[in-house]
């Protein structure tokens, strides 16, 4: 599948992208804020384009004025999500290279993401979990209409031995189609 907004094509990952995507991934200002590790060289990317960014639903952000991916999206749907939630449900993931940053890119990528998700793939509802502090991931869940549900104090950060908050947000098919 591929998916195309205004500025972005969004479609899968491929084994030449790793180069692009270490290029972005291994800044320490990115992987980190969303729970995931610093990528450490072009190998290191390429595994994880096969093992993870490889899941269904999970899409390149390509920037058309660059022609390569400067970040990632992705809906987790189900029982692929992070969060107990029924397959009429997913969770939403994303990120973006730092001289990206400010640019609408993924609030653009994201708004795309929830029109796949309600209107292609049926989903009832689209969750997003951001950790304490993340204030780009909550200006594009602003941006893009999801409300606040919940908070989650002392959750187990994967990169080391500490806990963290996570704020929980959503939004259903109905509040999404209102906004549009």
């Known amino acids: 599948m591929i998916l195309e907004t205004t500025r972005l094509i969004l479609r899968p990952w491929e084994d030449s992208d790793a180069e692009a995507l270490y290029k972005y991934a291994s800044s320490p200002e990115v992987g980190p804020a969303a729970g995931w590790a610093v990528h450490t060289s072009v190998e290191n990317s390429l595994e994880i384009i096969q093992n993870v960014l490889s899941a269904p639903e999970t899409y390149a952000v390509i920037l058309k004025e660059v022609g390569h991916p400067v970040g990632s999206i ?107």
């Open 74 to 180: 992705g809906l987790m749907i189900g029982k692929a999500s992070n969060s107990d939630i029924p397959d009429t449900e997913a969770e939403i993931g994303y990120w973006i290279g730092v001289p990206y940053w400010g640019r609408g890119l993924i609030t653009e990528s994201a708004r795309e993401m929830l029109r796949r998700g309600f209107e292609d793939l049926q989903l009832d509802k689209i969750w997003c979990n951001i950790y304490d502090g993340n204030v780009r991931s909550y200006r594009v869940e602003e941006k893009c209409g999801f409300k606040f549900h919940h908070t989650t104090e002392k959750v187990p950060f994967p990169l080391d031995d500490t806990f963290r908050t996570v704020h929980t947000f959503c939004i259903s098919k109905e509040e999404w189609l209102a906004k549009r």
